[in-house]
């Protein structure tokens, strides 16, 4: 069975400090990988994902994520944190064959100015 | 630029009551999606539908229902809303690629408080 765990369900850094949010998954098949984040009030927007080929994903504003098949883990990176970049952050699962997604249980980062 | 609207962002509603949120997708989606977010649960999924008048369960349907009548319009329905039912409720779609499904586009949620 398929299952994401997200350590840290908030985490805070400095405005300009680098941003890294934590993501391991299991799965009996080939994974497929995401990342959403969610503003206030709002739905999730998908940050990056990984499908097949470089396992170094780059996405929007500024964030990446590796994926690690040896460590099943998929790390969510920013270099430096800006303001906006306050939500919450959602790491999800997927595999071939199958239609549901895993979700972790999220992420709050808050950025300190 | 794919779009998934939900009818309302706050619905108030009396425990008893039958609930429906609506939920309409512009990007001739297959798969269609709705799950409840608690704090500290992530997202769970309660039924997804493949196609019209196609439905599965998901991880936590007991107390609803859902409509596909059209490709577009996917609804959930809680038949006697309870007050364990107060979450934020997002509708979710996506395309078939293949065999798997990719990338989910989500609504911005409704929150529902049942009373």
């Known amino acids: 069975a398929q299952s994401v765990t997200q350590l840290g369900s908030h985490v805070s850094v400095s405005e300009g400090a680098l941003v890294l949010l934590r993501c391991n998954y299991s799965s009996s098949v080939p994974p497929y990988l995401f990342w959403y984040v969610q503003y206030p009030n709002q739905g999730l927007q998908l940050l990056l994902k990984?499908?097949?080929?470089?396992?170094l994903v780059k996405g929007i504003n500024g964030f990446e994520a590796e994926f690690k098949k040896s460590e099943t883990s998929f790390h969510l990176t920013k270099p430096s944190a800006h303001m906006s970049d306050a939500a919450e952050y959602f790491c999800a699962v997927s595999g071939v064959g199958t239609y549901k997604y895993i979700f972790g249980t999220g992420t709050r980062l808050k950025v300190l100015a | 630029d794919v779009k998934v609207t939900q009818s309302s962002r706050y619905l108030v509603k009396r425990t008893g009551e039958k609930v429906f949120l609506e939920c309409v997708q512009d990007m001739d989606h297959e798969n269609m999606f709705w799950y409840r977010q608690d704090p500290g649960l992530g997202l769970r999924l309660i039924y997804f539908s493949y196609d019209v008048k196609m439905k599965e369960k998901g991880d936590i349907p007991e107390g609803y229902s859902v409509s596909r009548e059209k490709k577009e319009r996917f609804s959930l329905i809680l038949e006697s809303a309870s007050t364990n039912q107060t979450s934020m409720y997002l509708c979710?779609?996506?395309?078939?690629?293949?065999?798997?499904?990719?990338?989910?586009?989500f609504g911005p949620g409704t929150r529902l408080t049942v009373l």
């Open positions: 990984y499908t097949t080929g470089a396992t």
């Open positions: 979710a779609s996506s395309s078939t690629s293949g065999t798997s499904f990719i990338e989910q586009f």
